[in-house]
């Protein structure tokens, strides 16, 4: 099983910008489609950004134009640059397959309020 590592989050005021990065102890991460997700307090887990193996992108109605995932396949690092920041994008953010087929970690905190 592939170990996910996120890191990147903070405290940020509305509209700054934070990127995140989520490193994964696979080899074979260049093959997979793979994802952000996020987590707020009482909500449930969300897809928020995809992206295939070939770069193919995708964003959930609320991050778009706003957020943007990229993937670095030599380093098996996954990104996730987040730009006017809302108090309502304040979750965990998480890194997994599109297919959220591998462990998950432990997550990044990212915090946006005044």
């Known amino acids: 099983q592939a170990r996910l590592v996120e890191s990147g989050g903070g405290w940020v005021q509305p509209g700054g910008s934070l990127k995140l990065s989520c490193a994964a102890s696979r080899s074979s991460f260049s093959i997979y489609a793979m994802a952000w997700y996020r987590q707020a307090p009482g909500k449930q887990r969300e897809s928020v950004a995809s992206i295939t193996s070939g770069g193919i992108t995708s964003y959930g109605d609320s991050v778009k134009g706003r957020f943007t995932i990229s993937r670095d396949n030599a380093k098996n690092t996954l990104y996730l640059q987040m730009n006017s920041l809302k108090p309502e994008d304040t979750a965990v953010y998480y890194c997994?397959?599109?297919?959220?087929?591998?462990?998950w970690g432990q997550g990044t905190q990212v915090t946006v309020s005044s």
């Open positions: 997994n397959t599109a297919l959220s087929g591998w462990d």
